[in-house]
């Protein structure tokens, strides 16, 4: 069993940044892999990056590429999500989740947290 909760939302301008975390308790998180999801409102939740349980192996989904870097630190049983040059449509609720492979379909993933809000001003 995994329980996990993000923090780090909040209301940010276009152009500036946010780093996200995803704190998660059990003794095996670092055989799970990891993916940040978000979900904006009228929409379906969307992949938006991975990481494998070592950190080795990243995924991003396109139009955060470049701009988002997503990373975890085992020790610390925690997986970042580094939000740069944020965008209006970024805006959304994030959630971490853990599960066998740092997968972009949602399906894939075992347990979920209970997402961070974040807002992009223009």
């Known amino acids: 069993q995994v329980q996990l909760v993000e923090s780090g939302g909040g209301l940010v301008q276009a152009g500036g940044s946010l780093r996200l975390s995803c704190v998660a308790s059990?003794?095996?998180?670092?055989?799970?892999?990891m993916g940040w999801f978000r979900q904006a409102p009228g929409k379906e939740r969307e992949f938006v990056a991975a990481?494998?349980?070592?950190?080795?192996?990243?995924n991003y989904a396109d139009p955060v590429k470049g701009r988002f870097t997503i990373s975890r630190n085992n020790a610390k049983k925690t997986v970042y999500l580094q939000m740069n040059s944020l965008k209006p449509e970024d805006t959304a609720v994030y959630y971490c989740?853990?599960?066998?492979?740092?997968?972009?379909?949602?399906?894939?993933?075992?347990?979920w947290g209970q997402g961070t809000q974040v807002t992009v001003s223009s």
């Open positions: 989740a853990a599960g066998t492979s740092a997968y972009s379909d949602s399906e894939r993933y075992d347990y």
């Open positions: 059990g003794r095996t998180f670092s055989s799970y892999a």
């Open positions: 990481i494998s349980w070592s950190g080795g192996s990243t």
